[in-house]
């Protein structure tokens, strides 16, 4: 069985202010990401960047029946929200923005404006698997691309660019504890006999402190003496896979020119036990080829496919 998650990047119906422009590139990007999704052949796939909830359908469309779907009905302020594709059924258990109790709201701009929730909604949902039930909670952190008043990508001053880029880090870490939050409940202090899978596009790298803040307690990651020995922290511990995927493809985007790892599966102490195989882009074909993104979101409008690769799991 395949899990995965995938930045669909701008998954928009064509004519509005952010999606392809004409038909034609709507449809060949829709070919593009359906193209890739088969060859992926997941259970089970959490999408990021869906712009329309109808876009998504069109791409499901075109993977032949049998799948179910769900999107946060929380999108951001340019519409782009997280959802599921399953073949397998599920329900929903959650579709939240809810900061957790005692976090207060964070600065977002220069004039002071707060905000106490996510940007986008958590989404989480049950499926029904051939392992049995898996909890799966999808995300999509604050983005590491600055924006300053007036739509400018670029700030007026160096000062500038420190205060937005403060503001943004803030506002990730924020949201991580409140993912973090949704994934406790779901865990229900017994990771190790449940399956959970926390998983979607968080925005910065392994090493990050917002990604950090998901795992839990310490002292138990893949690849430490601690891994395989059991201790009490393990039922409330995720793990994050990414030292599962071979080191030529343990990346999801390229940014200026560098490979990142910015998308990523989290799973409790059972699931992560049943791991045999991770990767990114395509099972069996190596690196994926990506392009290389500037600080400009417009400049891929048309482009066909996604500017990040799929990331998965094999259990």
Known sequence: MLLGTWNLEN??????????????????????????????????????????????????????????????????SRGIRVGVISRTSFEVLADTTVFPPKLRPVQVDDEGTTVAESGRGFLAVEAETDLGPVRVAVAHLKSKLLSYPGGRFQPRDEGERARYGAYALNRRTAEATALRALADELLDGDGRERDVLVLGDLNDEVQAATTQILLGPPGSEIGTSGYKMPDKG??????????????????????????????????????????REAGTGLPGE??????????????????AGSDHAPVWVRV
């Open 286 to 303: 190596g690196a994926m080829r990506l392009p290389s993104l500037g600080p400009d979101p417009a400049a891929r409008r048309d482009a």
């Open 234 to 275: 393990d039922a409330g511990r995720l793990w994050d896979t990414a030292p599962l995927i071979p080191a030529e493809e343990r990346f999801s985007r390229v940014n200026s020119g560098r490979r990142e790892l910015i998308d990523h599966l989290l799973c409790s102490h059972r699931l992560v036990h049943r791991v």
């Open 11 to 76: 998954l928009y119906r064509p004519g509005g202010p952010s999606g392809p422009r004409d038909k034609a590139a709507y449809e060949a990007k829709l070919a593009a990401l359906a193209d890739a999704i088969t060859a992926l052949d997941p259970t089970l796939l959490a999408v990021q960047e869906v712009g329309e909830p109808e876009a998504l359908r069109d791409l499901v469309d075109l993977l032949g029946s049998g799948w179910t779907i769900a999107t946060s009905r929380h999108p951001d």
